[in-house]
């Protein structure tokens, strides 16, 4: 895991201006579309960013920046997770500042699609 902090603290410096850069403390990865590696980070704003490794030059890494802050509806996290789930589509599962865990996947009809699906059973979970 520490070879992942230490290539994404380098796209950042070289694609992000200091003065912009987000800073990070939690980091999950797994494969995902096209079998490239993503990186979902935990900014310290609570909010995800997307890294990954593949593309044409399979060893090449991009920042895709901000994952579906759009969607979120104004809701912080505090962790992260991410493993191979239903389709082989990438599953993200975020755990909100409510306690609650929330997810993204990765997938679909457009492999490299991500979707925000929101809530993850809370209408199951009693607290």
Known sequence: MMKISQDVEAIIHENISSSKAPKFNHTAASIGADEDLQVVCLGTDGLPYLFWQGGVKKSQWHYEGKLLHDKIEGIKFTSVAASIGADKDLQVVCLGTDG??????????????WHYEGKLLHDKIKV
Do not use: D, I, R
């Open 100 to 113: 609650l865990p929330y997810l993204f996947w990765q997938g679909g009809v457009k492999k490299s699609q």
